[in-house]
């Protein structure tokens, strides 16, 4: 069992950056493949970033290639989303996502593929 706490969300203007924090409860962090995903009002959640348990895969979507980096640090149990160049177009609520791994080495984009989810964190960015 993990508990995931988002935090860093908010307003910015276009052109501005956030740092999303995504911290996890629990001693086997390094076990959890991690992703970030959004959710636009009348949208579906879809997935931004993920990353696999040991952080050597990484995925990105095209709508956020050269401007996000997810990272994580398993001595802190927290992964981060630094978000750059921000647009209007990437608002919405931020969710960070974990899923139990057996180690392998995958990163997985499927919102049915995480067992466990943070409350999420709005951000928003203004024109």
């Known amino acids: 069992q993990v508990q995931l706490v988002e935090s860093g969300g908010g307003l910015v203007q276009a052109g501005g950056s956030l740092r999303l924090s995504c911290a996890a409860s629990g001693r086997t962090f390094s076990r959890y493949a991690m992703g970030w995903f959004r959710q636009a009002p009348g949208k579906e959640r879809e997935a931004v970033t993920a990353?696999?348990?040991?952080?050597?895969?990484?995925y990105y979507a095209d709508s956020v290639k050269g401007r996000f980096t997810i990272s994580r640090d398993n001595t802190k149990n927290t992964m981060y989303l630094q978000m750059n160049s921000l647009k209007p177009e990437d608002t919405a609520v931020y969710y960070c996502?974990?899923?139990?791994?057996?180690?392998?080495?995958?990163?997985?984009?499927?919102?049915?593929?995480?067992?466990?989810w943070g409350q999420g964190t709005q951000v928003t960015v203004s024109s």
């Open positions: 996502a974990a899923t139990l791994t057996s180690g392998d080495n995958y990163y997985y984009t499927g919102t049915y593929e995480y067992s466990y």
């Open positions: 990353m696999s348990s040991s952080g050597g895969r990484v």
